[in-house]
């Protein structure tokens, strides 16, 4: 497994702003990927942050609202702009640590929870 | 794509009671089944997980079916005590590169 940190814990944003969300893991990856849960619903996939690469966005979700960074293989930061109460979520942030090397077992972070008022 | 559907949303048991959660996927594909726990205030983790070539996984109190003619797996709690109160998500996957596709969770309490 994989010990995952993000920062912040939460946060009461107002609208029309943007949050940048961290997230730090123990050991050398090369896929990150970031999640939103909102309430009541599955864990959706936003996108999958390869270091050194553009990260690939799922349908609905484009790069101007939520742009991705990843500088090397243990950070990602992922932006939420120009915010609107709509966005008020849980982020996850997860990486995939199978001893197969698959991608179909993923390790969650803590979350970053988001109000938009 | 995968589609997973997840009921109950909400169950509700006595302490020492079993409970069951039951998921149904529509791609047959799919061979890897994890399951994770979500306590409040934190993320996922996952708790067990069973492959398609097998129909059982028991890890102390909690077990995993799976029917794969049928395309239904199941998670089953015993004696179950107030630390299991959480939701639960089940997930769908073919392995490999393929990422899980998530059930919408059941939100389990457990009454002491």
């Known amino acids: 497994s994989a010990v995952i940190s993000q920062k912040p814990s939460r946060d009461i944003c107002q609208r029309g702003t943007s949050l940048t969300i961290q997230c730090q893991v123990d050991s050398q990856v090369t896929m990150m990927f970031w999640y939103r849960q909102q309430p009541g619903q599955s864990l959706t996939l936003i996108a999958t942050?390869?270091?050194?690469?553009?990260?690939?966005?799922e349908s609905g979700f484009v790069i101007d609202k939520f742009p991705i960074s990843r500088p090397n293989l243990t950070f990602s930061t992922l932006t939420v702009s120009n915010m609107s109460p709509e966005d008020s979520s849980i982020y996850l942030c997860?990486?995939?640590?199978?001893?197969?090397?698959?991608?179909?077992?993923?390790?969650f972070g803590p979350g970053t929870r988001l109000l938009v008022l | 794509g995968e589609n997973v559907e997840q009921h109950p949303s909400t169950l509700s048991v006595q302490e020492g009671d079993s409970a069951v959660i039951k998921c149904t996927y529509s791609d047959s594909a799919s061979n890897y089944f994890p399951w994770y726990k979500q306590e409040l205030g934190k993320g996922p983790q996952l708790i067990i997980d069973i492959r398609s070539n097998v129909g059982e996984k028991k890890d102390q109190r909690i077990a995993v079916t799976l029917n794969k003619t049928a395309k239904h797996f199941s998670l089953h709690i015993t004696e179950t005590q107030p630390e299991d109160s959480a939701v639960y998500f089940c997930?769908?996957?073919?392995?490999?590169?393929?990422?899980?596709?998530f059930g919408r969770g059941t939100s389990l309490i457990v009454h002491p």
């Open positions: 942050a390869n270091q050194g690469s553009e990260a690939t966005y």
């Open positions: 997860s990486v995939d640590k199978s001893p197969s090397g698959g991608r179909e077992t993923q390790y």
């Open positions: 997930a769908a996957s073919r392995g490999g590169s393929y990422i899980p596709t």
